[in-house]
T-cell receptor, first 111, second 113 residues
């Protein structure tokens, strides 16, 4: 069974601090990794994607990928109350074009 | 404006009454997909399509059908809906390259009584 695991949270982080969200996946052949943000009652929106080992930065967001350990993480610097949402990790199991989502981590930024 | 549209946004129906949820995208994307989202179970892929006339099962295809006769449209069909198909449904599309950066529609909340 191909799986993507996330801690469901809630993860509470003070405003201005770094929020760290983690995700592990079971299929070692996975190629593409995504972080989506979903506000309550809204559809998911893509915020980061990463394919290669290492870090990828985009503004306040940094995605980190370690294929050997099969985990991908998302760091949010200078956390803002508007970052409070559920963050979904998604993995492309490249062999068959399926996309598997984790169940999401609820992030709460404390003002 | 680049977008994925779904209709209807809300639907209440009865067990066994066939229904179709439409999905359309205007970005010329090859890849389209349907998901259902349930509390505690997350987002699960129902069916996906890599291009016109090419569809494949996701993780939870039972009770659903899809078709891809045109590149822009990817309807989801429930031939005989049951209460366990009550859920929030999302359609998504992306380019089919190495990225699969999916754009999601606004969602359809379906209730089957």
């Amino acid at each position: 069974q191909k799986e993507v695991e996330q801690n469901s949270g809630p993860l509470s982080v003070p405003e201005g601090a770094i929020a760290s969200l983690n995700c592990t996946y079971s299929d070692r052949g996975s190629q593409s990794f995504f972080w989506y943000r979903q506000y309550s009652g809204k559809s998911p929106e893509l915020i980061m994607f990463i394919y290669s080992n290492g870090d990828k930065e985009d503004g306040r967001f940094t995605a980190q990928l370690n294929k050997a350990s099969q985990y991908v993480s998302l760091l949010i610097r200078d956390s803002q109350p508007s970052d409070s949402a559920t963050y979904l990790c998604a993995v492309n199991m490249n062999r068959d074009d399926k996309i598997i989502f984790g169940k999401g981590t609820r992030l709460h930024i404390l003002p | 404006e680049a977008q994925v549209t779904q209709n209807p946004r809300y639907l209440i129906t009865v067990t066994g009454k066939k229904l179709t949820v439409t999905c359309s995208q205007n970005m010329n994307h090859e890849y389209m997909s349907w998901y259902r989202q349930d509390p505690g179970l997350g987002l699960r892929q129902i069916y996906y399509s890599m291009n016109v006339e090419v569809t494949d099962k996701g993780d939870v295809p039972e009770g659903y059908k899809v078709s891809r006769k045109e590149k822009r449209n990817f309807p989801l069909i429930l031939e005989s809906p049951s209460p366990n198909q009550t859920s929030l449904y999302f359609c998504a599309s992306s380019q089919r390259d190495s990225s699969y950066e999916q754009y999601f529609g606004p969602g359809t909340r379906l209730t089957v009584t």
